[in-house]
Each structure stands twice: as C-alpha cells, then as structure tokens.
C-alpha cells in the first residue's frame, strides 16, 4: 500500500481565495483524521470521520473551513475565504478502528501558505 | 479534556550518547494509550513506540523505551546509542481508550544529534 496520500504538497494562494486539500486514506481504514500544525498551537486536531461519518469536528476552527468524506478513499478539506492565519501544514491520517487502540498513519502533510 | 505537555523545546546529545525527552500529560481516565511520533525534516510523522497505561510493563522498541509513570502521569522517551538520524521532532501524544483513535498532542520537542 503506498500509505496515506496527500495533495497538494505545496498550496500557495492569496487571501480570499478557496482552498482544498485532499486525502486518500489507506485501503481498509474506516477512520479518517484531519489536524492541522502550526508553529504557535503545535498539532490540533480539526474533525475525525469514522465510516465516512464525522464524529468530531469541535476543532475546526470556524464557518469558513469544511471537510467531507464523500466515500471510503477520499477526503477533502476546505477553506473558503482562506486568510492568512490559515497558513500552516494540514496533516491527514488514517486508522482501522476495530475497538483495538491502533496506531494512525500519517500522510506527509500539505503546506499551505495563504499571502 | 486531556493536555500533553513537553517541557523542552530543544534538547542535543552527542553521537552514540543516551538522551532522554519528558513528557507529562493530565487525565481523569483510567485505561488509555500513550505514543511518541518522530517528525523528521522530511514532515512525515513516524510512530516510535506505544505504551497502553493498563500495562505495567515499560514498552521497548530496539534504541528506543520509555519510563511510564502513572501516578505521575509520566512518560519519557529514552533514546540510547543516539544516531543523526534520530535528529527530528519528537511528540508525545494521548490516546482515550473509548474514543476512536484521536490523538491529542504535545507541543514537540525539537532533538538535535551532533557528530
């Protein structure tokens, strides 16, 4: 499996502007993760999917940014308007949750840099 | 709500020397799991070793074992024959037993390997 894939890598973009991050998870895994890593908050956790379903998204910061999980093997994160204040790496991880606490893998992250 | 705390930003150990990185987290619950992720410049987060609080038992993983303290919610990550390649971001992260596989995160400890 070639783990959790993340796209773009890079996102540059002026304020204003809308932003989508993708994520295909791991065949098989049925929950999703969204956290998002800034220098001054560190890791946060933004909104978990379990079976496509969110379950959490108490950490998404406001109106302005939206996840959904259409199917099984894929993910999308938005920001629209996106701000400068959104800049910062959007991290997406995947697990199997069978009631086993199993480990979560990570894709490589998208930078994003809103100007 | 959980909190995982690092109180070292930045720590360095000499090549072949042991190094050991803090972390101490708060909870109310009484079975949960605690991780140390690496992050290498490369941003890929990596698991290094998972202790399940039920275990008394300190987990170990080749170079790599932790010192978990449960009265004192306690859970160091001791790196012996330390390597370059251990150079990287370490974080400490908790993990509830009945809440899906989200994980709370520290705020990283930034190690540097020198030769």
């Known amino acids: 499996d070639a783990g959790v894939i993340q796209s773009p890598r890079h996102e540059v973009t002026e304020m204003g502007q809308e932003v989508t991050l993708r994520c295909k998870p791991i065949?098989?895994?049925?929950?999703l993760f969204w956290y998002r890593q800034t220098m001054m908050r560190g890791l946060e956790l933004l909104i978990y999917f379990n079976n496509n379903v969110p379950i959490d998204d108490s950490g998404m910061p406001e109106d302005r940014f939206s996840a959904k999980m259409p199917n099984a093997s894929f993910s999308t994160l938005k920001i629209q308007p996106s701000e400068p204040r959104d800049s910062a790496v959007y991290f997406c991880?995947?697990?199997?949750?069978?009631?086993?606490?199993?480990?979560?893998?990570f894709g490589s992250g998208t930078q994003l840099s809103v100007l | 709500a959980q909190t995982v705390t690092q109180s070292q930003p930045e720590m360095s150990v000499q090549e072949a020397e042991t190094v050991t990185l803090s972390c101490t987290y708060d909870?109310?619950?009484?079975?949960?799991?605690l991780f140390w992720y690496k992050q290498p410049p490369s941003r890929q987060m990596i698991l290094v070793i998972r202790?399940?609080?039920?275990?008394?038992q300190n987990a170990t993983e080749n170079r790599f074992s932790v010192n978990f303290q449960k009265a004192a919610k306690s859970f160091s990550l001791k790196i012996s024959d330390s390597q370059l390649g251990d150079t990287a971001m370490y974080f400490c992260?908790?993990?509830?037993?009945?809440?899906?596989?989200?994980?709370?995160f520290g705020g990283g400890t930034r190690l540097m390997v020198k030769p």
């Open positions: 065949s098989g895994h049925n929950s």
């Open positions: 992260a908790f993990m509830k037993n009945n809440a899906g596989n989200m994980l709370t």
């Open positions: 991880a995947s697990s199997f949750d069978d009631g086993e606490r199993e480990k979560l893998f």
């Open positions: 909870t109310s619950e009484s079975n949960y799991y």
């Open positions: 202790q399940e609080a039920y275990k008394q």
